[in-house]
């Protein structure tokens, strides 16, 4: 059986990490880019890297959205059947005050990489498929609950970008005949979520203060809606919306939508706390516009990929601070604190 090659953007990141071990499992030669840092950011894929009785199970190469020559590269070295783009600056409040860079990461990144492919197709004459990590922050202030037809509203620099890429992606496959395909995924959480998005700062501090390790969180807006689903859900439609024998785009939900506040509570509660007690609001916390309500309509996925969602956001906040509950205990006795940063 001929072993498929698939290559990772962003492999480092949450949803990186879920979907190469996904597709190790599925079988894959699994390649991933991993840009230049001073330390390596290679936590999350720690266990598929080399280790000391065990070869490595997926290959890292450097490269950056921001860098067309490194894609161009990478992508004639490694020969992939599917690309799955999920690099970007990813964060919504960081990309007012870093518009620029966010546009040119995770909008004209997008580009650099449709046209790398592209080039590549032609001189081989091999068919690569590519997946655009799309997002829900798009419909920005559209009414919930919003489907594959909802026109997009955005309401960041970050979803301007996403905006961007999702029409180059539709203009690619319709110019040039390219299988590349929008995943429209709405939030997705986990243990590994980073801790500057809003459900992981909660589960996380739920635990430090239920150790004792810190006192207060201060929260911005506690009304905005989301509709949360576990990150290892869905990666696996990810891989359904490369599989299906037309490129086409997909919303990724649960069609269930929860405000900050209830999933505070959600997550206090497990922890045996009372958030109202911990909890400060601080207005350096609010966006400059925000998005009220995600709430998305899967049905297209569930017909046509056999996707839906198992996992609800009762059971991802106690999978969270379970697991941020483990960390503190390890904080607690070394002293270290992991992952601080600004808000
Ligand atoms: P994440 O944890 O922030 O990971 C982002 C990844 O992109 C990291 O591996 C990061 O590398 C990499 N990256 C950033 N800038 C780069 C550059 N210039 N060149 C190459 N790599 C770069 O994000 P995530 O939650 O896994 O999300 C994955 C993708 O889905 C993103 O495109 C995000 O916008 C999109 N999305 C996420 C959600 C969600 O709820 N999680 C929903 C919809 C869409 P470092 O490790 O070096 O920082
Ligand atoms: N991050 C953060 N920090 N958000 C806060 C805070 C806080 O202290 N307080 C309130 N919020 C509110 C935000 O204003 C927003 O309404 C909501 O919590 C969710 O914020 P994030 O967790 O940062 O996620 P996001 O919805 O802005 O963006 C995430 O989901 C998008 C899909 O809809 C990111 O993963 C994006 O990359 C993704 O595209």
């Known amino acids: 059986m001929n072993q498929k090659t698939a290559l990772i953007t962003g492999v480092t990141g949450q949803d990186g ?3 190469a071990e996904l597709l190790v499992a599925k079988g894959y030669a699994v390649h991933g880019i991993v840009r230049r840092s001073s330390v390596p950011h290679t936590e999350r894929i720690a266990a598929l890297l080399a280790g000391r009785d065990r070869p490595a199970r997926i290959t890292l190469h450097h490269a950056d959205l921001s860098d067309a020559n490194s894609l161009r590269h990478v992508i004639d070295q490694v020969a992939p059947d599917e690309v799955y783009n999920l690099a970007a600056q990813s964060h919504v409040r960081v990309s007012f005050d870093q518009p620029e860079y966010t546009v040119d990461v995770t909008g004209t990144g997008v580009l650099r990489l449709l046209e790398a492919i592209r080039n590549y197709a032609a001189h081989t004459r091999r068919e690569v498929r590519l997946y655009q990590a ?19 509203q955005p309401r960041s620099p970050y979803a301007c ?15 040039y005949g390219m299988y590349a395909c929008n995943g429209i995924l709405f939030n997705h959480e986990s243990p590994r979520r980073g801790e500057n998005f809003v459900t992981r700062k909660i589960t996380r501090a739920a635990a430090r203060i239920k150790l004792g390790l810190q006192s207060r969180l201060a929260l ?16 696996e439609a990810m891989w359904r919306i490369m599989q299906h024998p037309t490129p086409q785009d997909f919303v990724i939900a649960t069609g269930i939508t ?23 609001t601080d207005a350096r916390l609010y966006r400059p516009a925000e998005v009220d309500e995600l709430q998305g309509d899967y049905r297209k996925a569930a017909a046509e990929l056999g996707w839906s ?12 601070v379970d697991s941020d509950l483990r960390l503190a205990q390890h904080e607690a006795a070394t002293g270290v604190v992991s992952g601080q940063g600004p808000e």
């Open 220 to 235: 911005g807006n506690l009304d905005a809606r989301r509709d949360w689903g576990y990150a290892g859900d869905y990666v």
């Open 258 to 280: 929860i405000s900050i506040r209830d999933f505070l509570a959600l997550a206090f509660e497990h922890a045996g706390l009372d958030w109202r007690a911990h909890v400060d």
């Open 17 to 19: 990490s879920y979907l």
């Open 134 to 152: 799309g997002s829900s922050e798009m419909f920005g202030s559209a009414a919930p609950p919003q489907s594959e037809t909802t026109r997009f």
């Open 309 to 320: 969602p198992r996992t609800s956001v009762a059971e991802l906040a106690r999978m969270m």
């Open 161 to 175: 970008a996403k905006v961007y890429a999702h029409y180059q992606v539709v203009n690619y496959r319709e110019s």
